[in-house]
Each structure stands twice: as structure tokens, then as C-alpha cells.
Nanobody
Framework: QVQLVESGGGSVQAGGSLRLSCGVF?????????IGWFRHAPGVERDRVAI???????TYADPVKGRFTISRENAKNTLYLQMNSLKPEDTAMYYC?????????????????WGQGTQVTVSS
């Protein structure tokens, strides 16, 4: 069982930055995984933001490319999402998610574990 705990959300003005953190608990080293960030805004389906495989290869959704960076710190069992140049349309609940799949995808159904979410609000 993998547990994910997000933190770091908040309210910022457009153009500002935030860094989200996701603590990962219960992972067995050596197991294959995909881990990433998704977001869910009112009236919009939950969608991928950024995903990283166990080799550290990352993919990003087009709206956040060049502004967001996913990274991990293995020694602290923590995943990060650095968000720069934030826009009002980035406002959403952000979730950390974990998949045991060999190939990382953006499909919600492929992710086995989810954190409780952290709210990001960007004002214009």
C-alpha cells in the first residue's frame, strides 16, 4: 500500500510561483512505478499535469510546458511540482498519484493511489 500526502498549495497572484510537495510512504524500492501530478478544476475533468517514471523521465501537459517542473528527491521520498508564471486557469485542486504500470500514461484509471489533494488558487 502506497500513501501519498500533498502539501504546498495556496493562493497567489498571476505570475507568481508555488512548489507542491508529495510525501510517498510505503514504496518498496526496486518496484516499477509511475508518479505524477493531476489537477481538477470545477466543471472540468481531472487531468494530467506532469508525470515521471522510475527512471526520472518526465512528460508534461501542453498548458504547463515551460512553466512547471516535476522532480523528486529519493532520499526524502518526496515528489515536487515547481509551478512558475502561474495563471488564473491553473486554479484547481492538485493531486499526487501513483501507478504500478510499466508504461506511464495520463489515464486516470491507471493510477492506483491518490493523495488527498492540495488547493492552488491563482488570482488575476
Amino acid at each position: 500500500q502506497v500513501q501519498l500526502v500533498e502539501s504546498g498549495g495556496g493562493s497567489v497572484q498571476a505570475g507568481g510561483s508555488l512548489r507542491l510537495s508529495c510525501g510517498v510512504f510505503g514504496y518498496i524500492y526496486g518496484s516499477n512505478y509511475c508518479i505524477g501530478w493531476f489537477r481538477h478544476a470545477p466543471g472540468v475533468e481531472r487531468d494530467r499535469v506532469a508525470i515521471m517514471n522510475m527512471d526520472g523521465i518526465a512528460t508534461y501537459a501542453d498548458p504547463v510546458k515551460g512553466r512547471f517542473t516535476i522532480s523528486r528527491e529519493n532520499a526524502k521520498n518526496t515528489l515536487y511540482l515547481q509551478m512558475n508564471s502561474l495563471k488564473p486557469e491553473d486554479t484547481a485542486m492538485y493531486y499526487c498519484a501513483w501507478s504500478w504500470k510499466w508504461t506511464c500514461s495520463s489515464r486516470i484509471a491507471d493510477y492506483n493511489y491518490w493523495g488527498q489533494g492540495t488547493q492552488v488558487t491563482v488570482s488575476s
